[in-house]
Each structure stands twice: as structure tokens, then as C-alpha cells.
């Protein structure tokens, strides 16, 4: 009996493993963003980020964390980006949103401020890497900066988004891993009109390999029909005896 021709099988997690050695990467979370309100003084609050993340590069992975921190007065943005070179923190007065946001509002309308706000958050990125010194301080409402800084009506709206993941539930989705139960592990016998019959028997060199043996059911199957044959055909013999 020929043997079928070996496959090239590959999960996800072979192709994973082939991206981070071609980026030279180590560990998963390269970026990262959240957002949330606190009741600290901008400088503690700043303070206790830098020795989290101190930490974190200390006994964490042999891969940094670097980013940025957006402080202001009752809110905070959290940017971990390995593309800056460290970790810092600037803080900000925002200006106001003129404008109220609709939180039970559509699907659509939560994405497009979500946009609105993801754009804001790329601009600061990009002038936190042109300028290593930069400051929002003393800038008027016109300046261009201002536009790069989210507004704290489009934060909060987003913190009460129903459609917004809390960061305490995006943890959990990543340290569970749920078991998955595959189709056959829940249905035995497989039903056959699931199952095409002629499906492991392929032509390989003008040859045919045989298909799989018959299954018990299939048995069962076969010997009630011929033992329903044979009662038929008893019947029969008996009605052209009489």
C-alpha cells in the first residue's frame, strides 16, 4: 500500500515565531495604548509609571519597553511604542471639545472618535520623536501642537464606550487560553455524509492509494442490511411454498 506524500504543516504559531526572527523581537506586546483617569499630582503619577516601567525592563525580558506618557490634569494616556528609543512623560492642558458625544450612540459613531483619537495619539508620536525636548507649555489654543493632544471629553467618552475594552479584560484575554474543543471531539461517530468516501484515495504516479478501511459503523450498517436481505428472501421462499 502506498503511503500519502508528506504535507508541509504550519500552525500560527510557526509563522509567529518566523516574524519575530526576522523583526529580532522577543516578546509580543510591541504597542500598546490605554487611557484611564486618576486623582494623583501630575508629577507622582508620573512617577510611579517610570518606576513600573523600570521595573519591567529590569526583570521583565532582554526586550526593553520603551514609550510615551500623556499626563493631564485628571487624565492619562500610556503610548508603548518600541519604536522611540526610551520611556518619558510630557504634560498637557488640552484644549476644549466644543460638541456632545452620544455614548449609547451607533456602532460607527464609537469607531470614527476612536479613529479621531487614534490619529491625535499618532501626530503626538510623531513630534515626541522629532522633538526630544518637547513641551506643551505656554502654547496657545492655535498653536499646530495643540491638534496632536486628544481632547478629555473625546477620552472620557471613549473610557464609557461600551464598545472600548476594559484594560482589566484585555489582560485576562491574554494570560487564559481557552480550550478548544474540535468538531470530531464532540461528535463520534463522525457522520458520514460529513465525510467525502473517496477522500484520502488520491492518483500518485498512475497509481491509486487505497481509501481508509471501513469504519465499525459501516459494518454494522452492512451486516443489517444483509440480514434484512436474507429475511426477505425466507419470506419470499415461503410464499411460493404455500
Known amino acids: 500500500m502506498a503511503l500519502l506524500p508528506d504535507l508541509d504543516t504550519r500552525s500560527v504559531l510557526n509563522i509567529v515565531e518566523e516574524n519575530f526572527e526576522r523583526a529580532q523581537l522577543k516578546t509580543y506586546a510591541i504597542r500598546f495604548i490605554y487611557t484611564g483617569e486618576h486623582c494623583l499630582p501630575k508629577e507622582e503619577l508620573i512617577q510611579q509609571f517610570e518606576e513600573l516601567m523600570t521595573d519591567v525592563n529590569s526583570v521583565y525580558c532582554e526586550v526593553n519597553?520603551?514609550?510615551?506618557?500623556?499626563?493631564?490634569?485628571?487624565?492619562?494616556?500610556?503610548?508603548?511604542?518600541?519604536?522611540?528609543?526610551?520611556?518619558?512623560?510630557?504634560?498637557?492642558?488640552?484644549?476644549?471639545?466644543?460638541?456632545?458625544?452620544?455614548?449609547?450612540?451607533?456602532?460607527?459613531?464609537?469607531?470614527?472618535?476612536?479613529?479621531?483619537?487614534?490619529?491625535?495619539?499618532?501626530?503626538?508620536c510623531a513630534l515626541a520623536q522629532a522633538d526630544e525636548e518637547l513641551s506643551f507649555a505656554g502654547l496657545s489654543a492655535n498653536d499646530p501642537k495643540m491638534e496632536?493632544?486628544?481632547?478629555?471629553?473625546?477620552?472620557?467618552?471613549?473610557?464609557?464606550?461600551?464598545?472600548?475594552?476594559?484594560?482589566?479584560?484585555?489582560?485576562?484575554?491574554?494570560?487564559?487560553?481557552?480550550?478548544?474543543?474540535?468538531?470530531?471531539?464532540?461528535?463520534?461517530p463522525l457522520p458520514t455524509h460529513f465525510t467525502p468516501r473517496f477522500l484520502y484515495k488520491l492518483k500518485i504516479d498512475d497509481s491509486f492509494v487505497e481509501p481508509l478501511p471501513v469504519m465499525p459503523w459501516e459494518l454494522v450498517k452492512k451486516e443489517v442490511t444483509e440480514e434484512g436481505d436474507e429475511l426477505k428472501d425466507e419470506q419470499s421462499e415461503n410464499s411460493s411454498s404455500d
Open 65 to 124: 519597553v520603551h514609550g510615551l506618557l500623556l499626563v493631564y490634569d485628571g487624565y492619562f494616556v500610556h503610548i508603548v511604542e518600541r519604536l522611540f528609543d526610551g520611556w518619558r512623560a510630557v504634560t498637557a492642558r488640552p484644549p476644549s471639545l466644543v460638541g456632545n458625544f452620544d455614548v449609547h450612540g451607533t456602532l460607527p459613531e464609537h469607531i470614527e472618535q476612536l479613529r479621531i483619537c487614534l490619529v491625535k495619539i499618532t501626530r503626538l
Open 148 to 188: 496632536a493632544l486628544p481632547e478629555v471629553a473625546l477620552l472620557d467618552f471613549l473610557l464609557q464606550s461600551p464598545y472600548v475594552l476594559d484594560l482589566r479584560h484585555v489582560l485576562h484575554l491574554h494570560r487564559r487560553v481557552d480550550d478548544y474543543a474540535f468538531y470530531f471531539e464532540r461528535v463520534w
